[in-house]
């Protein structure tokens, strides 16, 4: 299965009608969760209002580590099998993620005056999650410089999967450090936010992670399109 969607023309196949499939229902996904989020759940009776920004922020901290997963996955695939579509995905999995990193940090900021009453504290959580952010970046440069350079690939493929020893730091700095971020809240068997504000959070969550989809697959029938110009342009020069 892996081999035969490593085909640039039977991925174009599949890859054209379900990116806009994965975008309108992750928007409507997204849009509903927000509204519930907004106005259908009761305030929290220590932050109030302000937890509210936890529908937007839990989804870009998760999408933004799973994000450098799915790097990391297609950087493996790369070196193992030399598919040139693994590191097409994985030079369009990273400006998504660094995106969603990104706001996962501002979304933190902004829920953390009210809570902490500072914008920024240097802890572990916070920290090593700004590190990914500056990782995304440093994979992006080293992966633009390595294609201006007609290298293979290798070295950035490398580097990416080198870089996932910063995701169970990320994971378990709250239990590692005494920080002021909160500990784990929801688990795979239970969860400690009532049911009544949950809710909203699985359609956030669902949401943007088909919107997160959804942008991976237009940038890489983008950059497919693009090299296809490339070699054609080489060919004509050639001639």
Known sequence: MLHALANPARFLKIARPLTPALFWVGLALTLFGAWGGLTQTPADYLQKDSVRILYIHVPTA??????????????????????????VAARAIAPAGAVFVALCLITGSIWGRPTWGTWWEWDGRLTSMLLLFFVYIAWIALARADAERSGD??????FGVAGTVLLPVIRYSVVWWNTLHQGESIGLTRSSIDASMLWPLWFTL??????FGAIVLMRMRALLAQQKVEARLRRRAAQ
């Open 62 to 87: 998760w999408l933004g580590m799973g994000g450098w997963s799915s790097l990391a996955v297609a950087c493996l695939s790369y070196l193992i099998w030399r598919h040139p579509l693994a590191i």
């Open 153 to 158: 690939g290798r070295i950035p493929a490398l």
């Open 206 to 211: 669902s949401g943007f992670s088909l919107l």
